[in-house]
């Protein structure tokens, strides 16, 4: 498809394991990124890339989250030594340049934390 | 930062009525305000937005205004339809995006 894809769509682990998390973005999109949405909450800005740089981190929780992008495509959103509050659904956006454009979405990752 | 209110957080109407959803934002700078609908399982999905240029967009069955002056925002969904029924998130754009809580909608056939 054309869509925004991540995987897994669904991760269940034990507490303290690491745990990585895919996005796809739509093919040519160079801003991409990453949020949390808790059960029932809105939605947690964690991270905005341009192109393979993050100029803007400041979301991101705990210097247990990590993320990267490599060949400005694919993102990986790295999670150490995971904890219960990590339980979440991670959700990736894309829009073609910048901020100031439409964000599209994946289904997200249902991450949870045993 | 931004900060987004959005209310009410749960909507209940009939087939066929009309649903007004609001938000109210904080900063002045704020440009870009986009209404994404969520539904069970599935990531959210832009359904209308508005730049601070306009202070009214229509598509179908949805509009938006915008009040500059008051800062506030809202959605308007007309002849609401049972597939209408879902989460309904506003934003707002100095920089990074600031989501409100959420509406859960449910239209009773």
């Known amino acids: 498809g054309a869509g925004v894809s991540q995987s897994p769509s669904n991760k269940v682990t034990e507490k303290g394991k690491d745990v990585e998390l895919r996005c796809d973005p739509i093919s040519g999109h160079t801003a991409l990124y990453w949020y949390r949405q808790s059960l029932g909450q809105g939605l947690e800005f964690l991270i905005y890339?341009?192109?393979?740089?993050?100029?803007?981190k400041s979301g991101l929780p705990s210097d247990r989250f990590s993320a990267e992008r490599t060949g400005g495509s694919v993102s990986t959103l790295t999670i150490q030594r995971t904890q219960q509050e990590d339980s979440a659904v991670y959700l990736c956006?894309?829009?073609?340049?910048?901020?100031?454009?439409?964000?599209?979405f994946g289904d997200g990752t249902r991450l949870s934390i045993l | 930062g931004e900060n987004v209110e959005q209310h009410p957080s749960t909507l209940s109407v009939q087939e066929g009525d009309s649903a007004v959803i609001k938000c109210t934002y904080s900063?002045?700078?704020?440009?870009?305000f986009p209404w994404y609908k969520q539904e069970l399982g599935k990531g959210p999905q832009l359904i209308i937005d508005i730049r601070s240029n306009v202070g009214e967009k229509k598509d179908q069955r949805i509009a938006v205004t915008l009040n500059k002056t008051a800062k506030h925002f809202s959605l308007h969904i007309t002849e609401t339809q049972p597939e209408d029924s879902a989460v309904y998130f506003c934003a707002a754009r100095p920089n990074d995006m600031r989501f409100g809580a959420g509406t859960r909608l449910t239209v009773k056939p």
């Open positions: 900063d002045s700078a704020s440009n870009y």
């Open positions: 890339f341009q192109g393979n740089s993050a100029p803007d």
């Open positions: 956006a894309s829009s073609p340049r910048g901020r100031d454009q439409p964000q599209h």
